[in-house]
């Protein structure tokens, strides 16, 4: 597989889909035309925080592939609750299709509507392009439920995705910036603070909360035996 072939800076917390559109963008690979070099499928869709295919990704871009599931995508927070499935996400992470992956996720199959697509920070952009001189889409915003920028407290803005959305055209956050920016409540800045504090945290070190809980049951002499209450 060849390797992308010129110096292209890549954050450490930019999610793939936002890589591979950057890369189009200096590139002027049509994103059909990539998707068939490194996927070998030009309709390739990628998910905008649970993205599969990782070992062709991190080859083309020389990351490690283990630094690409922790650091670019939300594979932490499934390791922390699904723990016992662990072993099987993580091959569908690498090396199956996103459906195949995403269908097995706690994700798919909660009763609870979130929205699906891409979400910025509009003050986040402002910053990256005075500093960087190009913006891209954080992991960090991407967690579902999360509304607002856990570090500037305004909403973030979303773009959809899916079959009547985008995820097969390449969006540029600064293309889709509305210049209005409005201030979320204290009670969403906190559990914004709190969803990314909990992903770093599972970065650094994986918890299995299965374990922990009935550590602390037993520590209450609260558990008995074989496991009783």
């Known amino acids: 597989m060849k390797q ?34 490194i996927y070998s499928n030009s309709r390739k869709r990628i998910h ?11 080859a083309f871009f020389a990351l490690n592939e283990q630094d690409v599931l922790t650091n670019r995508t939300l594979f932490p927070l499934l390791q922390f609750v699904q723990p016992a499935s662990l072993e ?31 979400k910025h920070c509009p003050v986040c952009i402002e910053e990256e392009l005075n500093r960087l001189g190009f913006c891209y889409w954080h992991i960090a915003h991407q967690i579902p439920g999360i509304e607002v920028c856990h570090r500037h407290g305004c909403y973030l803005k979303g773009v959809a995705m899916g079959d009547a959305g985008n995820d097969r055209a390449l969006l540029y956050p600064d293309l889709c910036i509305e210049k209005s920016v409005c201030d979320g ?8 603070k709190f969803a990314v504090d909990l992903l770093q945290l599972l970065k650094e070190k994986p918890i299995d909360y299965r374990h922990s809980y009935s550590s602390l049951l037993a520590d209450k002499g609260l558990k008995h035996g074989q496991g009783r209450l």
């Open 88 to 118: 099987e996400l993580r091959e569908r992470a690498l090396f199956q299709t996103d459906s195949a992956l995403f269908s097995k996720t706690v994700f798919a199959h909660s009763k609870i509507s979130t929205f699906y697509g891409l």
């Open 4 to 37: 992308v072939p010129f110096y292209f800076e890549l954050p450490d917390d930019e999610v793939p889909y936002s890589t591979v559109m950057r890369y189009s963008l200096l590139s002027a690979v049509g994103f059909p035309q990539f998707c068939q070099q």
């Open 48 to 58: 905008p925080y649970i993205p599969a295919e990782l070992a062709r990704f991190s």
């Open 185 to 192: 409540s204290e009670i969403q800045l906190r559990l914004a």
